[in-house]
């Protein structure tokens, strides 16, 4: 079989232009897939299904009714409701298909998309490492034995092993954003609310958003336009027309030698291009992030995920027996007993703290006519897998999932739309730079870092 374009924009041109085929790709797939099985990223696939459904596309196409997506066969995070593959949100006690589809996907596959395979994940998304007790570790396609990020490790590993060309993570503080950076590739968290909710195994409705993971701008671009029906074209900025806020404060601290020197890099390449860089920080938003992160996470997702194993016809008891992560069951019992989030810490979180970060962000964007901000997604590269409760940074042993999301919790928190893009290599694991934007500005953060991609230095391809 000759290669297949790498990108999902490629294939979809080239199936236009009958230089390769659905078929062909769905082939690819499912070749890919077993040929590295080893990296753990994929938890369910049906090839005889995906051979029919490519099959289809072919034929719709041929007959003149291809669709947007007609025949891109998608890598799935399997804590998205799919009625076609399993949904297990990667974990012991939910087995099968789920009764509908997830809302935003219905929207990729009402536009000819394919529901390719399930990827694996942290376990029930409440982590960043991938190492699942239930399912099984996901490796980092740039280094075996390595994290590839959590909690849409596996979908990120999938599209940067080159199994799928692009996939679907969700994303709560920063599950789509961590992974892209530690993997190389590009994921997008987009506004929160910006597609439809639902269908998805919760962790919180006011952090909670599906968000697509892929090797380009363009491609996050049309995954985006389709699940929020949005029709706006993507309109790459002149250089010289952006300006970038770098918040050194917090985000820029206690950087890994590698990260700081590769993300350094990058800030210069994008200065020389044109790019006005504006150093300052926003009133401070890091009381209010310590304030509000756990407290709507904890409350909420108690209650959320008895609602979803109601409509998966378990008990709450059930899905918490079937937990396999320990890191994952602490935090859930946790919550069963006195040590429960109080609702007082919840509505405090909701009504004060998360506002203010949010007035905090406008007001910085406003003062300083910001495009958007620009820091490490990660402060440190990838660490060896097994390393769930601490990490060494610089000498020093810190909480591995406060490190990792140190600089992707405010945005989650926010509801700000947030791009990860490469940044370079750093003993040969990829360091992320993330740009942020407002709510609601996620066509405009896009065009941004689709300006971004053509000064940034392209990573090597993956080994694999």
């Known amino acids: 079989m000759p290669p297949m374009p790498h990108t999902a924009s490629e294939l979809l041109a080239a199936f236009d232009a009958g230089t390769t085929s659905a078929r062909d790709h769905a082939e690819a797939v499912i070749e890919s897939a077993a040929a590295r099985a080893d990296l753990g990223a994929v938890l369910a696939i049906d090839p005889d299904a995906l051979r029919a459904a490519a099959d289809a596309a072919d034929a719709s196409r041929k007959a003149g009714r291809s669709r947007r997506l007609e025949g891109l066969a998608l890598g799935l995070k399997d804590n998205i409701d799919t009625t076609t593959l399993p949904t297990t949100g990667g974990t012991g006690a939910l087995r099968g298909p789920a009764p509908t589809d997830a809302p935003a996907l219905a929207r990729l596959t009402g536009e000819g998309a394919l529901a390719a395979a399930k990827c694996n994940l942290h376990e029930l998304a409440f982590g960043i490492t991938s190492n699942n007790g239930a399912k099984g570790a996901v490796h980092n396609p740039w280094k075996r034995g390595h994290i590839p990020g959590g909690s849409s490790g596996g979908t990120a590993a999938a599209v940067?092993?080159?199994?799928?060309?692009?996939g679907l993570g969700t994303d709560t503080g920063g599950s789509v954003r961590i992974p892209a950076a530690l993997c190389g590739i590009k994921g997008?968290?987009?506004?929160?609310?910006?597609?439809?909710?639902?269908?998805?195994?919760p962790l919180s409705a006011t952090r909670d958003t599906i968000g697509p993971l892929a090797s380009t701008i363009a491609d996050l671009a049309l995954l985006d336009g389709v699940m929020a029906a949005d029709t706006a074209p993507l309109a790459p900025r002149d250089a010289g027309s952006l300006r970038l806020g770098v918040p050194r404060r917090v985000l820029w601290d206690n950087l890994e030698t590698g990260v700081a020197d590769r993300c350094e890099a990058a800030l210069e390449a994008l200065a020389r291009a044109g790019v006005t860089l504006i150093e300052s920080d926003p009133t401070d938003l890091w009381a209010d992030d310590a304030a509000a992160s756990f407290p709507i996470v904890l409350y909420e997702c108690m209650r959320e995920l008895d609602d979803y194993c109601a409509t998966r016809g378990i008990t709450l008891q059930a899905l918490i027996a079937g937990i396999g992560s320990p890191d994952v069951?602490?935090?859930i019992e946790s919550q069963l007993g006195e040590g429960a989030m109080p609702e007082a810490a919840y509505r405090a979180a909701l009504d004060i703290h998360r506002p203010e970060m949010q007035?905090?962000?406008?007001?910085?964007?406003?003062?300083?006519r910001l495009d958007g901000?620009?820091?490490?997604?990660?402060?440190?590269t990838a660490c060896a897998i097994g390393l769930d409760e601490?990490?060494?940074?610089?000498?020093?042993?810190?909480p591995t999932f406060g490190t990792y999301i140190r600089n992707t919790d405010h945005?989650?928190?926010?509801?700000?739309?947030?791009?990860?893009?490469?940044?370079?290599?750093?003993?040969?694991?990829?360091?992320?730079?993330?740009?942020?934007?407002?709510?609601?500005q996620d066509r405009a953060l896009l065009d941004t870092a689709a300006a971004l991609e053509t000064i940034l230095q392209p990573l090597p391809p993956c080994p694999g």
């Open 160 to 166: 940067a092993a080159g199994i799928v060309p692009a």
């Open 188 to 201: 997008f968290r987009p506004t929160t609310g910006r597609y439809p909710a639902g269908g998805v195994v």
């Open 329 to 331: 069951r602490g935090i």
């Open 359 to 368: 007035r905090n962000w406008a007001t910085w964007f406003a003062e300083h």
């Open 373 to 380: 901000a620009i820091f490490p997604t990660t402060p440190l």
């Open 390 to 398: 601490t990490v060494t940074l610089n000498g020093e042993q810190l």
């Open 411 to 440: 945005g989650s928190l926010i509801g700000a739309p947030g791009i990860s893009l490469p940044a370079g290599l750093w003993n040969g694991l990829p360091v992320g730079i993330e740009i942020d934007g407002l709510p609601g």
